[in-house]
């Protein structure tokens, strides 16, 4: 079993930064896929980024190219990422999850965080 429990939510101006953490314990499959996704309010959950564990891939959506950065700390078992040029419409449950395929697929994805709240004041 593997736990996932983010940290970093908040409230941030729009043009503002943040940075979410997702701390890995239990079985943490090391080969395992990272990934974040969000659920904005009144939608369905969506892919955000997704990374190796290696490191050597990453995956992004559209909308957030550019502006996010998704990395990893293997010693500290810790996913993270770094929220740069907030906009409004990145108000969303973010959430953290692992799973074996690569891939942007919510499906894909057997472990999950309870998610933390990131609010965009315009």
């Known amino acids: 079993q593997v736990q996932l429990v983010e940290s970093g939510g908040g409230l941030a101006q729009a043009g503002g930064s943040l940075i979410l953490s997702c701390a890995a314990s239990?079985?943490?499959?090391?080969?395992?896929?990272k990934g974040w996704f969000r659920q904005p309010p009144g939608k369905e959950r969506e892919f955000v980024a997704a990374?190796?564990?290696?490191?050597?891939?990453?995956s992004y959506a559209d909308s957030v190219k550019g502006r996010f950065t998704i990395s990893r700390d293997s010693a500290k078992n810790t996913l993270y990422l770094q929220m740069n040029s907030l906009k409004s419409e990145d108000t969303a449950v973010y959430y953290c999850?692992?799973?074996?395929?690569?891939?942007?697929?919510?499906?894909?994805?057997?472990?999950w965080g309870q998610g933390t709240q990131v609010t965009v004041s315009s």
């Open positions: 999850a692992s799973g074996q395929k690569f891939s942007q697929n919510i499906r894909d994805y057997d472990y």
């Open positions: 239990g079985r943490t499959f090391r080969n395992y896929i």
């Open positions: 990374i190796t564990w290696s490191g050597g891939s990453r």
